[in-house]
């Protein structure tokens, strides 16, 4: 079950959103963990997870359960052990997603390969058909969405007019999508502070992320080097 089902799962009044109530329930926790949970996660304050808090909070507890030392960090080893990877394998990805070159995952760069994950899975459970396409009714049908916001996905990134999204095109929808959530400003690109609040990582983190990936030099990612960092 990916996190987009997840998600739909324990949002049983289908409002778009977990109550506490619906999250205690669905995970089973106590009602100490789940005060716990909301929290740290609930960044507007509003008492209910929207998805990418929701999506956020999943991932965190992933990451947590898998760092068995309790370091804050992925090694090769924890890595082998929570995926059944093999060497070579968590070597790859360590090799792939360690921004800062000290030969392990970070969070924020353990959030970035398992979102490239979900976003191949994603795809393909959507591709109801299975044609290598998702078409304007498997996205509305798959998200629940409105024909307007189906409309205007298509118009936005529907590139080639075909009338259907291939991978690379969804991607950029997705992808998009995170951009927005952490361009809190909406002023089109993303500063120290919104990387280190959108990852939640630390200030040094936050200015080596930037000074991989900005690549225009302006001290700031804007949306096609985000693309750039997800193509990686």
């Known amino acids: 079950m990916n996190i987009q089902e997840q998600f739909k799962k324990y949002d049983t009044n289908n409002d778009g959103f977990i109550q506490p109530e619906e999250l205690k329930k669905g995970l089973g926790l106590e009602e100490e963990e789940v005060t716990k949970i909301y929290k740290e996660f609930d960044k507007n304050n509003d008492g209910k997870l929207d998805f990418f808090e929701f999506k956020y ?7 947590d359960l898998f760092d068995k030392n ?7 080893n924890e890595l ?9 394998a968590a070597k790859k990805i360590i090799a792939k997603y360690d921004t ?24 393909n459970h959507y591709d109801t058909n299975n044609d290598g396409f998702l078409q304007p009714d498997e996205i509305k049908t798959g998200y629940k969405l409105e024909e307007d916001a189906v409309t205007k996905i298509f118009k936005d990134f529907d590139t080639n007019n075909d009338g259907k999204l291939d991978f690379d095109e969804f991607f950029k929808w997705k992808v998009s999508e995170e951009f927005k959530e952490f361009d809190k400003d909406n002023d089109g690109k993303l500063d120290k502070e919104e990387i280190m609040a959108g990852f939640r990582c630390d200030e040094e983190c936050a200015k080596k992320f930037i000074a991989k990936y900005d690549t225009n030099n302006d001290g700031s990612i804007d949306l096609n080097e985000w693309y750039g960092i997800y193509k990686l």
Do not use: S
Not at 57 to 63: G, Y
Not at 70 to 76: M, R, S, V
């Open 100 to 123: 800062n070159n000290d030969g392990v995952l970070q969070f924020c760069e353990f959030k970035k390969w398992k979102h490239n994950v979900f976003i191949n899975n994603e795809f």
């Open 57 to 63: 909070m999943i991932l965190k507890r992933e990451f």
């Open 70 to 76: 309790n370091d804050g960090k992925l090694e090769l």
């Open 80 to 88: 082998m052990e929570g995926y059944n990877l093999d060497e070579e």
